[in-house]
């Protein structure tokens, strides 16, 4: 009997360190998720990813995106502009908010991918300037996230044509990244083109219906993945010029799972439109919420959602460097640069910003 139940108690532990290996084979977290194509879940993105600087107008993030990725965010948004010969991640000017180079950007989340192995990660390039991908890539194989890069065979890829997340991480190529204007895979494969392979609702909405218009896409939206930019703004004027600015004293509303002006609300709409869910959802600090945009993310993944600890550890002493207590309203004007301070910007970015708009009838999209 005893050998016996020694055999058995041996079979028991092998078979339950079989169950914990088999918990733990999750893709993104979920075990569901492995067997779905990159296109069929649904993953949350931080718009200007890099805009982290307390109390700043420019500012659309809490958290440096280590904290990002450690919380859940899988899709990074990023702006870049060449300063001083470098690409730099700025917010639409170098002087309001510079976010340091791509390459030690890069460098974090090659360094985050390390240590999580099951993990894939996609990275939207803005691109405004037209900067050559050769620079973008030079960023990428200095920073070694080079060899995670995931180079498909053909392109544009079609909705249905994705790989699944298992192919993904298996093969180790668990970056997939979108270059929004001057992609050229001839020169870079990696980078693919962004709007020939998914297409985007309208931003900077600074009223809370979110539409589902299709807005920027080459070509036909039909078998595409989409993008539902999610982030409200408010019309700020400064130095007499008027701009958008996050709208920070509605996020509990725009960041919620449901009701007006809601992620679930936009989502479901836009899934009425389209046949199917979008694969990428964009906001302006995820944090906000606690954890809520994650649960609109596994609500629509059809999965049970996991609460994780939103921030980075840090409890907030809510000391308030925001503009406003409230948040912006889009009440605050300012023609000068005596307000500066209150705006999180210096006298000089504001000076200059005043500068830019005044020379030229620019589109500024911060
Ligand atoms: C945590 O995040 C807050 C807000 O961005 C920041 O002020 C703080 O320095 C961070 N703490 C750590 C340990 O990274
Ligand atoms: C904000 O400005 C944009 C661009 O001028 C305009 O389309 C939009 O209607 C304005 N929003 C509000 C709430 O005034
Ligand atoms: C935030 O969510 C976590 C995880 O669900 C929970 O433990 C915590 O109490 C929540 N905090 C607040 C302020 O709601
Ligand atoms: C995050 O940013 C929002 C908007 O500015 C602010 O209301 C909130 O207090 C910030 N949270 C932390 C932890 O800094
Ligand atoms: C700013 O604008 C307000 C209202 O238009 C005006 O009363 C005030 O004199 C202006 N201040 C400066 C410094 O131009």
New binding site residues.
């Given amino acids: 009997m005893l050998p016996r139940l020694a055999g058995l108690a041996a079979l028991a532990a092998t078979a339950s360190l079989f169950t914990t290996a088999a918990a733990q084979t999750a893709c993104n977290g979920y075990s569901e998720y492995c067997s779905r194509k990159y296109s069929e879940v649904s993953i949350i993105g931080t718009h200007n990813s890099y805009a982290v600087q307390q109390g700043s107008l420019a500012a659309n993030q809490n958290y440096t995106v280590e904290t990002q990725l450690d919380n859940g965010i899988r899709m990074l948004q990023v702006q870049g502009h060449m300063n001083n010969n470098q690409l730099h991640l700025c917010h639409t000017y170098c002087f309001l908010l510079d976010g340091g180079t791509f390459t030690s950007y890069l460098t974090t989340v090659k360094n985050w991918l390390d240590k999580n192995p099951n993990e894939v990660v996609t990275l939207l390039l803005v691109n405004t300037e037209g900067v050559a991908p050769s620079v973008w890539a030079q960023s990428y194989t200095d920073s070694g996230l080079a060899s995670y890069a995931y180079t498909p065979t053909n392109v544009p890829i079609a909705y249905s044509d994705w790989p699944t997340y298992q192919e993904l991480i298996s093969s180790g190529k668990r970056v997939v990244s979108f270059l929004a204007q001057n992609a050229d895979i001839s020169s870079v494969p990696y980078l693919l083109d962004e709007f020939t392979n998914i297409w985007e609702t309208p931003y900077d909405q ?2 809370n219906a979110f539409p589902c218009t299709v807005d920027r896409v080459t070509g036909s939206p039909q078998n595409k993945m989409y993008l539902v930019n999610h982030y409200l703004d ?2 700020m004027t400064i130095a007499g010029s ?1 701009f ?1 600015v996050p709208a920070t004293g509605a996020l509990d509303q725009t960041n919620a799972v449901s009701g007006t002006g809601s992620l679930g609300v936009q989502a479901s709409a836009c899934a009425a439109q389209q046949g199917y869910n979008p694969t990428f959802t964009l906001v302006d600090y995820y944090d906000v919420g606690n954890g809520s945009v994650f649960e609109y993310a596994a609500q629509l993944n059809k999965v049970t959602y996991k609460p994780v600890t939103i921030g980075n550890g840090t409890t907030s002493s809510s000391s308030g460097s925001s503009p406003s207590a409230s948040g912006n309203s ?1 009440s605050v004007t300012d023609n000068g640069t005596s307000g500066a301070s209150s705006l999180g910007l210096s006298w000089q970015a504001v000076a200059a910003l005043g500068g830019v708009l005044a020379g030229a009838a620019a589109v500024v999209a911060l």
């Fill in positions: 600074t009223d408010v019309n008027t958008p889009g």
